[in-house]
């Protein structure tokens, strides 16, 4: 837990692994595999923020910054963690 990447995604993930255990009580309305693409967003979001950091290549900030982004998009969108 050295970079703002670590902090952000383990949040996220957190966040996930509540909502998954908050769902997982009653009716099903969410798949296995929606959290696994959440999931795998923000593994890869890290690994590639945590590589911008050593190499300090901006493109790579960016990168990873878009991936969070989109993580974020996919977990509102698909999952709906405030209906």
Partial sequence: METPYDWLT???F???????LQRS???PRDHLWQYLVAA???AVTNY???EA???GEMI???GAVALFVATIA???RVLQPFN
């Fill in 60 to 62: 790579m900030h960016a």
């Fill in 10 to 12: 383990v949040m996220t």
């Fill in 25 to 27: 009580q009653g009716e």
């Fill in 40 to 42: 795998v967003g923000c």
């Fill in 14 to 20: 957190a966040g996930l692994i509540v909502l998954f």
């Fill in 53 to 55: 950091m050593k190499s």
């Fill in 48 to 50: 590639i923020g945590n």
């Fill in 74 to 76: 996919f977990i509102w």
